[in-house]
């Protein structure tokens, strides 16, 4: 959803937002904005500003291949919170998230009683490890189901849905929902209309000119 301020990552509805973690999750999903084609991460001099903007160590020696890692765990990122919305599962992204904590090196350290999942591999790399380690800490604390992208092909907003019932379906009900159910609604319409054949239409010309 566009919201027509300067941030292009900010909630279209003005959502609560999500715990602070995720809300860096949220912002790094968002970085692509579907409904008007434009992406933060649309080259590696992007990708650079928004890690630096973000607070991971800067690096101005990225690649291309840095950059297509990072595109690739942000839209397996979106399939899952698609898919949370739908109550299903994505293996493709789960498979992509998988190989990308491998090559970071995510692993368990124990420190001051508890225990934190890190990343053992330095510059984008580590980046990608701290971003998955998110999914993993709010998989264990009972958030992740609330992580979800908007229903809406057009839109595809990644939103926290703080709903009692964890029911939301849409970025926005006023914007998105309400396409949609307009949508649906035209859809049943046309599918209640009657068909007219094209041989009907020719024997009823048939009896005219008889």
Known sequence: MSTGTTDPTSSPERRPPAPPRLELLRRFVNTRNVEEATDRLDDVPGLIAWLGEEGFPRSDHLSR?????????????RA???ANNEGGRDPEAEATMDEAAHRAGLTIRFRDGGSVVEPERAGVDAAIGSLLAIVHDAMRDGTWSRFKACRSDECQWAF????RNRGGHWCTMAVCGSRMKARAY???NAKSRPQRTGSSGRERGAAQRS
């Open 65 to 77: 291949a840095d950059l297509n890692r990072v595109r690739a765990v942000r839209e397996a990122l």
């Open 80 to 82: 899952v919170a698609l």
């Open 160 to 163: 926290y849905d703080s709903s």
């Open 186 to 188: 035209r859809d049943r």
